[in-house]
């Protein structure tokens, strides 16, 4: 008779670990997918807490100024200093591509336009987000490791009052302040550039800014930044607050918050954009 062919042996185990990488691999999708809904359940959560508190005594004005001079005091130089090189480059791509079509009068309102209502919110957000909001995780987060938070909550005083609120108020407050500053300093800057190099008319420059800009288009900054200031302190104290794992959990916590900060201020420009016009959001 002939022999039946081998059959090759089959281990035990190995259906077992086949199941367990399949659901290994199911929970890490999972996980990936739901991440950014803990994210915001996270935020809202804390944002929630921030509310409940801000408006309960006792109000520690001192932390209130502290905070404010720290988040638009501390960021006036690097506001200022990117938005001089931000109008100037806008100047120099304009000028250089409206004369190509004789249009380079309308310079100064295009200009103007940008600024007040993207450019200056978004970058001045992000050089807060870049400066003082790395710094507020990493202070929170060595605060969280320390158990200097901890202590806190021994002593009955609320962190979150204590910690967050003043940080958020100021991030409300003074980004708005830096989006102004940003608008004055980036027009200047657009203005030497264009004039003084390109040889653009001074008179039609300031005619057109002043004629084509209007309340309109600075108070629709003003609002974006007021939801950027909010959401970059909001996200920079959540990650420190919930900071662990030690020296290393804080500079993760960091390096979380920036680059959530960028993105929640690219994803708020456009929605804010699309309710104050009235339009669809996609």
Known sequence: ??????????????????????????EWLAKLLLAPFAELGAL????????????RPPYRGRLFVESMEFIGIGS???????????????ALQLVDGFRDFGAENQTGAVIGLALAREVGPVFAALMVTSRAGSAMTTELGSMRVTN??????????????????????????????????????????????????LGLDPGVFMD????????????????????FGVAVTLIACRHGFYAKGGAAGV??????????????ILMLDYLVTSIVLGEGLF
């Open 1 to 26: 008779m002939p022999e039946a062919a081998p059959t090759s042996p089959t281990t035990p185990g190995e259906p077992s670990k086949t199941r367990a990488a399949l659901r290994d691999a199911a």
């Open 44 to 55: 809202s959560k804390l944002f929630g807490e921030t509310l409940f508190w801000g408006i």
């Open 76 to 90: 006036i130089f690097i506001v200022s200093l990117t938005a001089l090189f931000v109008g100037g480059v806008l």
């Open 148 to 197: 200097q938070i901890d202590a806190l909550v021994t002593m009955a005083v609320s962190p979150v009052q204590y910690l967050i609120v003043p940080r958020v108020f100021a991030g409300f407050v003074m980004v708005p302040v830096l989006t102004m500053l940003f608008d004055v300093v980036g027009t200047f800057g657009a203005f030497f550039v264009a004039v003084s190099l």
């Open 208 to 227: 057109r800014l002043r004629w084509l800009v209007d309340w309109d288009d600075v108070s629709q900054g003003l609002i974006k930044a007021m939801v």
């Open 251 to 264: 500079g993760r916590a960091t390096n979380r918050a920036v680059v959530q900060s960028a993105i929640a």
